[in-house]
T-cell receptor
Framework: DTAVSQTPKYLVTQMGNDKSIKCEQNLGHDTMYWYKQDSKKFLKIMFSYNNKELIINETVPNRFSPKSPDKAHLNLHINSLELGDSAVYFC???????????FGPGTRLTVL | TQLLEQSPQFLSIQEGENLTVYCNSSSVFSSLQWYRQEPGEGPVLLVTVVTGGEVKKLKRLTFQFGDARKDSSLHITAAQPGDTGLYLCAGPWGGSNYKLTFGKGTLLTVNP
């Protein structure tokens, strides 16, 4: 069974469109994250939810809106996509503060 | 400003060689984690070091946490093609153990 899964794996879209990425974890973890990895492989945290509550919101444009319907799911909706949004987006989860984070396989977003 | 500086950025070696990669900071970290990321996948935790001066071994990989907890190193003995990947160090910061800051990584290629 996949621990942290994301859909879709690849997403190609036009500038200005709205898109969503879904994430699910079956590890029973309380905390989930969204990261962005740019073309230079730099991995940067965007958001974190603990028990469906937003606990970390880095300086991310408000075009990005995370939603956690329950502890096992954290979705990311992006409005008005821009060229600079092209990147690989990773979902992750953890059970403990400062503990191991388990990452999903990533969603490669390409904005044309 | 990058909190964790990793060096070298790129490393290409032949199978059987030894190598060391570094993760340095001017800040003290309560712990540091090392992840390996293979192409098309999310990062996977290799080890967490917590105590200054700590040395941990994982088969041919040796991890060391500096005495002052500002730096860490990863030494690989007799590298194999399967060691190829992006090695990332990460540590909690910003007063939250949920928030990990990552270095930019060392991209290692081990040629057969």
């Amino acid at each position: 069974d996949t621990a942290v899964s994301q859909t879709p794996k690849y997403l190609v879209t036009q500038m200005g469109n709205d898109k969503s990425i879904k994430c699910e974890q079956n590890l029973g973890h309380d905390t989930m994250y969204w990261y962005k990895q740019d073309s230079k492989k730099f991995l940067k945290i965007m958001f974190s939810y603990n028990n469906k509550e937003l606990i970390i919101n880095e300086t991310v444009p408000n075009r990005f809106s995370p939603k956690s319907p329950d502890k096992a799911h954290l979705n990311l909706h992006i409005n008005s996509l821009e060229l600079g949004d092209s990147a690989v987006y990773f979902c992750a989860s953890s059970s403990l503060q400062g503990g191991e984070q388990f990452f999903g396989p990533g969603t490669r977003l390409t904005v044309l | 400003t990058q909190l964790l500086e990793q060096s070298p950025q790129f490393l290409s070696i032949q199978e059987g060689e030894n190598l060391t990669v570094y993760c340095n900071s001017s800040s003290v970290f309560s712990s540091l984690q090392w992840y390996r990321q293979e192409p098309g996948e999310g990062p996977v935790l290799l080890v967490t070091v917590v105590t200054g001066g700590e040395v941990k071994k994982l088969k041919r990989l040796t991890f060391q946490f500096g005495d002052a907890r500002k730096d860490s190193s990863l030494h690989i003995t007799a590298a194999q093609p399967g060691d190829t990947g992006l090695y990332l160090c990460a540590g909690p910061w910003g007063g939250s153990n949920y928030k990990l800051t990552f270095g930019k990584g060392t991209l290692l290629t081990v040629n057969p």
